[in-house]
């Protein structure tokens, strides 16, 4: 039996992480799907493996080199960190903690740093589903803050980049960040025109399965038109809330749920199992990261935003201190270890992937490739209950859920 080709293959084998990077180079023989069960996938065309194997050098999915960073002590380099939000109130109140990415976005886009800004929104013909956008404005930015809770593929605009004339700053996933990190490395000129990359702080993307669920918890009626959906935003957390048109047309909001209920009753439940081994949860390759300062609570589920704002890179560094030199940002100094005190919950998680992929190769199954990781030892500093229950817990799930398995693309095509 012939071996599928490499991109096929890390989506068979369960370590395609979704970011679009090998459709984006190669639209014409790869395409992505929407799959209900298994997330946004990328399908090759017919005649399509020449391609393939060259968007494979793309893919972050089957493994990346931490060891090229400079300092990484499991979280990525960090040259300085702030607490933080937006002085510009419509961006703190639509952002997802303090609109500092939005902030940043927009400062590079008005300083000439760059003219377009690649990220992820809502489609307009399904608001459950996310589209890949370059945004020209601050209208345009304005569109795509606020979280999505969604499988999205943000790095499909990388043919756009390299064939334009224009640099433009890229946001995403940390995952998306890392398969734009090997496109500039592979490719020089495609470099010069990707100046500032931007990740947001990341626990998992659920599937389709489970935005429909949160639609039934928002009671979004069966026969309704849905037009809008939002996660996170217009305060902080922000709830989750539907807007769509009933069956007579008439335009109607849905209750609203706090973000601890839809995230952790709702939707966690279905991130996709590349994310559960995940070792990048905070954008090492990225020139700056923003996420949530959890270790100074909001007060309420509508409260005013916070972002935590970590620059990785000089590049990043100096966007940063511009920013808040010129009084786009409003932010505060913390201390390099803040990611480790802000995101308790990433550092289980970053703890466990060693005894996930300890069981997942007990059933013979791949796992990506990282390197230059402490993941060992990370493993090592959990408690013993938690460390036992990585490695037990995971080979339940894989039998439970047959994970070794060949995954099966059945997508909604676009």
């Known amino acids: 039996m012939t071996r599928p080709d490499p991109i096929t293959d890390a989506v068979k084998r369960n370590l395609c992480t979704g970011c679009g990077a090998c459709a984006g180079a190669f639209p014409a023989a790869i395409r992505m799907v929407d799959d209900p069960v298994n997330g946004r996938r990328p399908v090759v065309a017919p005649g399509g493996e020449a391609a393939a194997r060259q968007a494979a050098r793309l893919c972050a999915g089957t493994g990346m080199d931490f060891a090229s960073l400079p300092a990484n002590d499991g979280f990525g380099p960090v040259l300085a960190a702030w607490e933080g939000h937006a002085s510009d109130t419509e961006i703190r109140h639509r952002g997802s903690s303090g609109g500092a990415v939005t902030a940043l976005a927009l400062f590079a886009l008005q300083r000439g740093l760059v003219r377009g800004v690649a990220h992820i929104a809502a489609r307009s013909d399904d608001p459950r589903l996310n589209a890949a956008v370059i945004s020209h404005d601050r209208d345009g930015l304005l569109r795509g803050a606020g979280s999505r809770y969604a499988q999205a593929s943000p790095v499909e605009a990388l043919g756009a980049i390299a064939s334009g004339m224009v640099p433009v700053a890229f946001i995403g996933k940390p995952c998306d960040v890392a398969s734009v990190a090997k496109a500039k490395a592979a490719d020089p000129a495609l470099a010069a025109k990707l100046p500032l990359t931007i990740a947001i702080f990341c626990a998992g993307a659920p599937n389709l399965q489970a935005t429909d669920r949160l639609l039934d918890r928002l009671a979004v009626p069966k026969d309704a038109t849905l037009t809008d959906l939002r996660y996170r ?20 909001v849905s209750e609203g749920i706090p973000y601890a209920t839809g995230w952790g009753r709702i939707l966690q439940a279905e991130r996709r199992w590349r994310c559960r081994i995940c070792t990048d949860h905070t954008g090492a390759f990225a020139d700056i990261s923003v996420g949530d300062p959890w270790h100074n609570p909001p007060d309420g589920d509508e409260a005013q935003g916070r972002s935590l704002i970590v620059a990785r890179t000089p590049a990043g560094l100096a966007l940063v201190k511009a920013a808040l030199a010129a009084g786009v940002l409003v932010a505060t100094p913390q201390p390099q270890d803040v990611i480790a005190r802000a995101q308790p919950n990433l550092v289980v998680a970053q703890g466990a992937v060693w005894g996930r992929r300890l069981a997942m190769r007990a ?41 070794w398995r060949n995954v099966v693309v059945r997508g909604i095509e676009e």
């Not at 769509?244 to 047309?249: I, K, L, V």
């Not at 030892?377 to 037990?392: I, T």
């Open 233 to 252: 935003g217009n305060g902080w957390p922000g709830l989750m809330q539907a807007r769509y048109r009933d069956a007579a047309g008439v335009e109607r």
């Open 363 to 403: 059933f013979f199954m791949p796992v990506p490739k990282d390197r230059g990781l402490p993941l060992f030892s990370a493993w090592l500093a959990l408690p013993m209950r938690a460390r036992l229950s990585s490695v037990a817990g995971t080979a339940r799930r894989i039998w439970r859920q047959r994970l």
